[in-house]
DNA sequence: TTATAAACGAGACGGTACGTCCTGTCTTTTA
DNA sequence: TAAAAGACAGGACGTACCGTCTCGTTTATAA
C-alpha cells in the first residue's frame, strides 16, 4: 500500500499536474532498506535516504510525514511473502507455517530495526495492522480447522495460543539476540499443541 | 548500579577535588525517566534531560557515555522491586510470580521506551543481564523444584518454558497495546504448565 | 516592452498555436508590483506572484527569465507618466517638471524596491536605459534650452548639473527614508539654476 | 560596534560560561566581505560564509540575527578609515575630504553589494546611523566653520548642502555603474561652494 | 473539419539554503 | 577539581523556493 498523504477520491479521479514518479518512491524504499540494515533506524536520517535514492528531501516528505511512516511502508514494502499451508492436517499445516515465518522474520536485515518501532504506541498499531494481522489470521484459520475436526479443544483461546507461539519465539530472538531456527520454532509448535490437544486423541 | 566511568580505586581513596554531587545525579535519573513517559526514547534528548535536571549538559556526559546508557541506568533504578514467593506448592508460585512481574512491567511508564532499547542489539544483552537475568533466574528456580518434586515431566526445557510464559504476555502488551492484567497471565501460567506436567498427575 | 524570450519575426508573424494570454500577463505584473510593496524586492517569490496571479510558475517563466527581469518590467509599466513643460521660460520649466518628477518617484510604491534592483550592475543599466534615459533628455533638453537663450553659462555640466538636481533629491530621500516634498525639490533647482547662471544676469 | 544580542550590564560584569570566541568573529566577517565582492548580497548564503569561515551556523546565527545585520557588520568593519582635514581653509579641507571620501566608498569592493541593503528601510537607517552620520557630520562642521568666517552664506541650508554634493556623486556613480574619480568630485565640490558663497567674496 | 502547435493551471522533480535543534566537546568562572 | 553555564564545530531537521519538467486541457491557426 502506498503512503500518498491524499487519497484520490475514486478510481477515476484524474490528478492534475505531474504525476509522481514511481522510480523515485522505490529509489527511496530500497535506499531506506539498505540503510536501516546497515546502520539502525536511529541512526537512520532523511538526508542519507535522499542522498542514496538520488532524490531531494522534498520528494520523500512529499510522499511520507516522517521517518517512521516510511520505515513502515519500506518494511511493509520488504516483508517476506506470507507462507500458505493446506495439507488438511492442522498440526503438519502449522509446523510448517510457523517455523518458516520467524525464520524469515528474524534474519529479514530490517527486524530489528523494525522493533525500534515499537517505542511509538502509534507505530505498533499500525504495524500490527498491516503487518501482523494478515498472518495472525492464518494462523488462527489453522487453529479453528483443527477444532472443527476434533482435534483441539473447543474451548481453546486461538488468540493467546498465537501469542504463545509467536510471543515465545520473538521473544527468545529479541531477549538472546541470535536468529530463531526452524528446529525451536517446531519444539515451540509441538508445545502449545499438545497443551490444547482435544482429550483422548 | 551507577555507571562511572572513573571507578574509583578502593573503598579508601580520597578522590581529590570536588566530590561529585550525589543530588545532580538523582535529578537526572528523575528527569530522565519523567521525559521517557513524556516523549518516549526516540524523542528524549540529553539537553531536555540537563535543562529540567537544572544540570549542566557535561555533568550528564561525564556520567553516561550515551543517551543509552543513561536510560538503561534510569530504566534500572526504577525497576519494580522483583517479586518473590516461595510457598513450598510451585504451581501457587507461579501462579503469583508472574502475573505480578508481568503486571507490574507492562503497567510502568517507562516499559514502552525500554522496548526502543531493543534496537539495538549492544542494548539487548544489557538490559538482559542487568534486568531480566535476576528475573528469569527466579521463574527457573520455581521450575527446577516443580521437577524435583515430580510435578512435572524431567525432560522440559526450562528456558523455552519461560520464554512462553513471559513471551506470550509480553508479545501480547506489543501487539495489543493494552496493560496485561492479572487474570490473563494466570491463564497463561496455567497453559503453559499443563503442557509440561508429569504423566499420571 | 515585454521581455518576450522568443521574439515574433515579423508584424505580421501568426505564430501558430495557442497565443500568450494578454491577461495573465496583466495579472502577474499586477501581483508583482502588490508583492512588491509588501514586501521589498529581497523578499519577493515567484512562487508567491504566480500564486496571486492565479497562474502556474511557467507561465511567468515563458517570458521572464529571473525575477529582475520581471520587477523591471513591473517598474517600468508601472512608472508614472513622465511630466512634461515647455512654457517658454526654462526656470520654471524646471521648476516644474524636477519637482513632479522625484515627488512622483519617491512616493511610488515601488521606489525603494527599485533601488534594491542597483545591486546588480547589469540591472542599473537596463533601467537606466529605459527608465532614466528619457527623463533625463527631457530635462537636458531644457538645460541646453536655457544656454541657447544665454540664462546659463555656455560650459556649463549638462549632465552633471541633472545628477546634482536629481541626486541630492534621490540621496535625501534614501537616506532620510522620507518623502521628497514639492517645496524641497524646488528649493534644489534653484540653488542648482543659480551656480549656472550666466553672469549679469 | 559589535552585534551582540545580550549586551552585558556592564563593564564588572564576568559573564559566566564560554566567552564568545574572538577569531571566529574576526573569521566570520573577513568570509562575509570575502563571499561579498564574490557574489554580491542577493546571492550571499549564511551557509556559504559559514563553510568559509571554518565555522557552524549556529555560530552566525549567535551573533547576527539576519543576512543583513551580517552584511552592515561586515561592512561597518570595512570601511575605509575616515578621511579628516582641518588646514584651516575650509575650501581647502572640503576639496580634500570629499574626493577622498567619495572615491574610496565607490571603488570599495562591497560598496555596490551595500546598495542592496537600501531595499530594506530599516537597513537604511541603520546604515545612516552608523557609516553616514559621523561623516556627514565632519563635512557639516566644515560649512560651519566656512559660515562663521563669513566665506560662505549664512542663511544656507547645510544639510541640503551636503546632499548635493554626495548625493550627486553617488548618484552618478549608481546610474553610470562607474567609480568616480578625484576631479569630478572636486568640480562637484567647486560648484556647490561657488553656489552658496557669500557676496563679495 | 480535423490536425497540429503552443500556451494554459497544476504540481512533482532534483536541488540549495534556510533557520532551528541537538550532538558531544571545550572553556570559563564559581565553589 | 568538579560544578553550572554556555560557546564551539558539526550535522540533520523539516520548510520554502528555485527553475525545470511533465501532465491533461484549452485555444487558435493550418491543412
Sequence with gaps: MTATTTVPPGPAAPRRGR?????????????TVALLSEVGFNQLSIEAVAAR??????TIYRRWPSKAELVLDAVDRLAPPFPTADTGDPLTD????????????????????TI??????????????????PRREATADILHRAIAA??????????????????ALVYRWLVTAQPVDA????????MVWESLRAPGR
Tied chains: 1, 2, 3, 4.
Design 53 to 58: 535514492a538520488g532524490v531531494g528531501k522534498p
Design 116 to 133: 525500534a518501532l515499537a517505542g511509538d504506541p502509534e507505530m505498533v498499531s499500525r504495524l500490527g495492522e498491516r503487518y501482523l494481522r
Design 19 to 31: 504525476p509522481r514518479d514511481a522510480q523515485a518512491e522505490q529509489a527511496i524504499l530500497q535506499a
Design 150 to 167: 476434533g482435534e483441539l479443544r473447543a474451548d481453546i483461546d486461538v488468540e493467546m495460543a498465537i501469542d504463545m507461539m509467536v510471543g
Design 183 to 190: 528446529d525451536t520454532a517446531r519444539r515451540v509448535v509441538d
Design 94 to 113: 502449522l509446523r510448517q507455517i510457523i517455523p518458516e515465518l520467524l525464520v524469515r522474520l528474524t534474519s529479514s536485515p530490517v527486524a530489528r530495526a
